[in-house]
Nanobody
């Protein structure tokens, strides 16, 4: 599976952005699609994940209540709606796929997109 992320950009604090990730191959209901981010000088961290088809979601504490992960199965696409953005949300955002269930751990995700830059100005 190849993943293509898009939708990043520059936004002011308090603003919104919606990221998209299109998968080229088949995504099964046992798979999980997730979003991670990596800020300059920091390790990549988990943001959100969704169980494909079933729709169960999980969020990191830092984005809970502000970000929403969703899916459009017919188009093999997952989304990350980001509201009330803060400067600390500035990072490169990556979409990824895990085939062994819901996980917040980077090593459990085997397929990765190329990343899309999100910059939040204060």
């Amino acid at each position: 599976v190849q993943l293509q992320a898009s939708g990043g950009g520059l936004v002011q604090a308090g603003g919104s952005l919606k990221l998209s990730c299109v998968a080229s191959g088949r995504i099964f209901s046992s798979h999980v699609m997730g979003w991670f981010r990596q800020a300059p000088g920091k390790e990549r961290e988990f943001v959100a994940a969704i169980r494909w088809g079933v729709g169960n979601t999980y969020y990191s504490d830092s984005v809970k209540g502000r970000f929403t992960i969703s899916q459009l199965k017919a188009e093999n696409t997952e989304y990350l709606q980001m509201n009330s953005l803060k400067p600390e949300d500035t990072a490169v955002y990556y979409c990824a796929r895990a085939i062994r269930g819901l996980s917040t751990v980077e090593k459990d995700y085997s397929d990765w997109g190329q990343g899309t830059q999100v910059t939040v100005s204060s």
